[in-house]
Nanobody, 116 residues
């Protein structure tokens, strides 16, 4: 069992920045892949950014050049630095961890609202 606790969401103006964090209950080196997903009202959950155990990253086209996914291996924490935020980035953001045995775990989600 892996517990994931997100933090860092909130209300920000367009063009602003936020940093999301996801604390894992296990060593992130025991996790195959970690990622951030988001779900806006009335829309399906979508991948925002992902990182493999080896450090390879992948981003949705809509956030490339604005968001950065990273890990703090000493604190078993995943981060998402979000810059140049747009109203369309408004969503609930979820942390995901995929284990080598293909089990999947999700955090509870954190709300990000981009509005003036």
């Amino acid at each position: 069992q892996v517990q994931l606790v997100e933090s860092g969401g909130g209300l920000v103006q367009p063009g602003g920045s936020l940093r999301l964090s996801c604390a894992a209950s296990v060593s992130i080196f025991s996790i195959s892949d970690m990622g951030w997903y988001r779900q806006a009202p009335g829309k399906q959950r979508e991948l925002v950014a992902a990182i493999t155990r080896g450090g390879r990253t992948n981003y949705a086209d809509s956030v490339k050049g604005r968001f950065i996914i990273s890990r703090d291996t000493a604190k078993d924490t995943l981060h998402l630095q979000m810059n140049s935020l747009k109203p369309e980035d408004t969503a609930v953001y979820y942390c995901n961890a995929g284990l080598f045995d293909r089990r999947d775990f999700w955090g509870q989600g954190t709300q990000v609202t981009v509005s003036s």
